[in-house]
C-alpha cells in the first residue's frame, strides 16, 4: 500500500468534547459558504442542542449545510432534532435508515461510523468524537476519552472530496436519481504549516484495508515504541502477529484500552486475547477513569494517527472511517504526552502473573465470549478474513 502523504498542513490535537465541541461550534459561527458535517451519533442532549443551534444559524445566513448522520447511531436524532434541522433550512440525509434488528448480513452492518466535519473548505475535523456530551452516562465521574484534529492546509482538498462523494452517493441512493452538487468554493489547499499527513478512509470498495494497512506499515517500521489507544480493540491474526513480532524485535509496546466497558461482550473477547499479548511482551492498561473512546497511536515519536477506526472487526471490515495518520515529530509527542498523561491518571496495568492466577470462569467466559463475536463475524459473512 502506498500512503499519499502531503507536506505543508497545520494540524492542531483536540482532547475530548471540551476543546473539540467549541473550536467546530466556531468554524460553523463563522461559515459564509458551505458547512459539511458527517457523525455516527448526533445526540439530543446539551452538546447535540449547541451543535444544532449553530448548523440551524449557519443555514439562516445562506449557508449551504450539509449533515449526514448515521441511520443506526443516529436513532435518536431522528426522531427529536431532524426534523426541526430541516425546518430551519439545514440539508439532512440519513446513512442507512431502514435496520431490522434481526438482520446481520453485512449490507445492514455497514454502518457511517466516522466523523468528518469541512468548513468552507478552508477547515476540517477528523477524529472519533460523536456529537454527544463527554458526560452522557449518568455513572461518569469523568469526560469519556476520545480525540480529534483539525486541519488546515493541503490535506483538506482529499477530506473535503470525500465528504462531497458521500453526500452525493447517498442523496442519489435517498431519491433514486443522480445528484451532482453545484460547484462551491475551492477548497483552500495552500501551505499553512509544516506537517506532512495523509487522509484515509476505509470504504467497502477501493478502501477496505487501507486503514488497516497504514496500522501494519506503522508497526512494522517501529524500532522503539508504540503506544496504541483504542476503544474496541478485537484484532485479526494479521494484526496481532504485527505487534507480536515487533515486541520480539524490541519495541516497547503498550496498549491502552477500555477499562469500564460500554459493550461488556466485545470487552470479554478482548480479554480472552490478553493471555497471548502479555506473554508476547506487551504492556496492557486498562483505562478505568471513565468511558474511554479513543482510535489512536503513536509510533517511535514520529508517526501517529487519530482518526473513528477501532481496531476490530465492525471497524476493520464493515464500517465506513476516516483516520489522519501523520509523520511529524512534535505533533507525534504532542499526542504521545496526553496518552502517557491518562495513562498515569485513568490507568491500571495489567501483568501477566496476575492474569494468568485469575479466576479460570472469568477466563473461560471470554473465550466464550471471543467464539460468539467470532460467530457474529462469520454470519455477517467474513469469517475466513478475521
Known amino acids: 500500500m502506498a500512503i499519499h502523504w502531503l507536506p505543508g498542513n497545520a494540524l492542531t490535537l483536540l482532547e475530548n468534547g471540551a476543546e473539540f465541541f467549541p473550536a467546530l461550534q466556531a468554524a460553523i459561527d463563522t461559515a459564509c ?3 459539511y458535517l458527517e457523525t455516527y451519533i448526533f445526540a439530543d442532549d446539551v452538546t447535540g442542542r449547541a451543535i444544532a443551534a449553530a448548523l440551524a444559524r449557519a443555514a439562516a445566513r445562506g449557508v449551504t449545510v450539509r449533515l449526514l448522520v448515521d441511520g443506526f447511531g443516529g436513532r435518536e436524532f431522528v426522531e427529536r432534532l431532524r426534523d426541526d434541522l430541516i425546518a430551519r433550512g439545514v440539508h ?8 431490522s434488528p434481526f438482520a446481520i448480513r453485512r449490507r445492514r452492518l455497514r454502518r457511517l461510523h466516522r466523523k468528518l466535519a469541512v468548513i468552507d473548505g ?3 475535523f477528523v477524529g472519533g468524537i460523536n456529537i454527544l456530551s463527554d458526560l452522557s452516562e449518568p455513572d461518569m465521574a469523568a469526560p469519556r476519552h476520545d480525540y480529534a484534529v483539525r486541519v488546515e492546509g493541503p490535506l483538506l482538498a482529499p477530506i473535503h472530496a470525500t465528504v462531497q462523494h458521500l ?8 431519491f433514486r436519481h443522480r445528484h451532482r452538487l453545484p460547484a462551491g468554493p475551492a477548497p483552500c489547499c495552500g501551505t499553512c504549516g509544516d506537517v506532512e499527513a495523509a487522509f484515509l478512509i476505509r470504504d467497502n470498495l477501493r478502501h477496505r484495508r487501507d486503514i488497516e494497512d497504514a496500522y501494519l506499515l506503522g508497526i512494522a517500521a517501529a524500532r522503539r515504541e508504540i503506544v496504541l489507544a483504542n476503544a474496541y480493540f478485537l484484532p485479526g491474526r494479521r494484526f496481532r502477529q504485527a505487534l507480536l513480532d515487533a515486541a520480539r524485535r524490541g519495541v516497547r509496546i503498550t496498549l491502552l484500552i477500555q477499562g469500564l466497558a460500554d459493550h461488556p461482550l466485545q470487552q470479554r473477547a478482548t480479554r480472552a486475547l490478553y493471555g497471548q499479548l502479555l506473554a508476547g511482551g506487551l504492556r496492557i492498561v486498562e483505562y478505568h477513569r471513565s468511558y474511554l473512546h479513543a482510535k489512536v497511536a ?16 465492525f471497524s476493520l471490515l464493515l464500517a465506513r472511517e476516516a483516520n489522519v495518520v501523520i509523520r511529524d515529530a512534535a505533533f507525534a509527542t504532542h499526542l504521545r504526552d496526553h496518552l502517557q498523561d491518562a495513562i498515569a491518571h485513568g490507568g491500571r496495568e495489567i501483568s501477566a502473573d496476575a492474569w494468568q492466577r485469575g479466576p479460570r470462569l472469568q477466563r473461560l467466559l471470554n473465550w466464550a465470549a471471543y467464539g460468539l463475536v467470532r460467530l457474529m463475524i462469520g ?8
Open 33 to 35: 459558504h458551505e458547512v
Open 92 to 99: 439532512v440525509l440519513i446513512y442507512r435508515r431502514d435496520i
Open 122 to 124: 478552508r477547515v476540517a
Open 167 to 174: 453526500w452525493e452517493l447517498v442523496a442519489w441512493a435517498s
Open 298 to 313: 503513536v509510533v517511535d515519536e514520529r508517526w501517529a494517527t487519530v482518526g473513528s477506526s477501532n481496531i476490530d472487526p
Open 379 to 386: 454470519l455477517a459473512g467474513y469469517g475466513g478474513r478475521h
